[in-house]
Antibody
């Protein structure tokens, strides 16, 4: 059973870079695509982007200029960086396995952007 | 970009009711559509993929239909565990887009 766990700071200052890591267990990261998805408090789901274990990526056009997703196959991890954050980036951030649809999800980690 | 629009945004229903949620795509997506259920404080759970294929372990009272631009999720007999928010998601192009969600509330 594939399991995902997000980790990273829960508080980020405005204009700084949000950094999160997702650790995959119960399966190899070298078998699929992997995504980041976020959900602002009380709102809907927004796909941020995905990465293939080979390193190829695709990002949501609305976030593309600020997003970078990377993979570390030796650690079975993939990571998210979102630069120049504002209060609008406050959200619950999920990582998920992306076989076109999202069949395995992490529990999510809340990131608050505030000074 | 492909936009996904769900209706209604909120639905009030009783246990035992038949419930239908609609999802419309801004352009044709063949059958590349998934449905999720999300309960408060929990990650979304995959219910259906490729418009009508039930994910393993999902009760058979859930069903999906449609192709092209119009899709439906039907719960044949609403159970207490089904009160939640439901999202559709397209995977036709290189992007992934969710609908805005439909909250199913107790009437």
């Amino acid at each position: 059973q594939v399991q995902l766990q997000e980790s990273g700071p829960g508080l980020v200052k405005p204009s700084e870079t949000l950094s999160l890591t997702c650790t995959v267990s119960g399966g190899s990261i070298s078998s699929s695509y992997w995504s980041w998805i976020r959900q602002p408090p009380g709102k809907g789901l927004e796909w941020i982007g995905y990465i293939h274990y080979s390193g190829s990526t695709n990002y949501n056009p609305s976030l593309k200029s600020r997003v970078s997703i990377s993979v570390d196959t030796s650690k079975n991890q993939f990571s998210l960086k979102l630069s120049s954050v504002t209060a609008a980036d406050t959200a619950l951030y999920y990582c998920a396995r992306n076989t076109n649809y999202f069949d395995y999800w992490g529990h999510g980690t809340l990131v608050t952007v505030s000074s | 970009d492909i936009q996904m629009t769900q209706s209604p945004s909120t639905l009030s229903a009783s246990v035992g009711d038949r419930v239908t949620i609609t999802c419309r795509a801004s352009q044709t997506i063949s059958s590349w559509l998934a449905w999720y259920q999300q309960k408060p404080g929990k990650a979304p759970k995959l219910l259906i993929y490729k418009a009508s294929i039930l994910e393993s372990g999902v009760p058979s009272r859930f069903s999906g239909s449609g192709s092209g631009t119009e899709f439906t999720l039907t719960i044949s007999s609403l159970q207490p565990d089904d009160f939640a928010t439901y999202y559709c998601q397209q995977y036709d192009d290189y992007s992934r887009t969710f609908g805005q969600g439909t909250k199913v509330e107790i009437k």
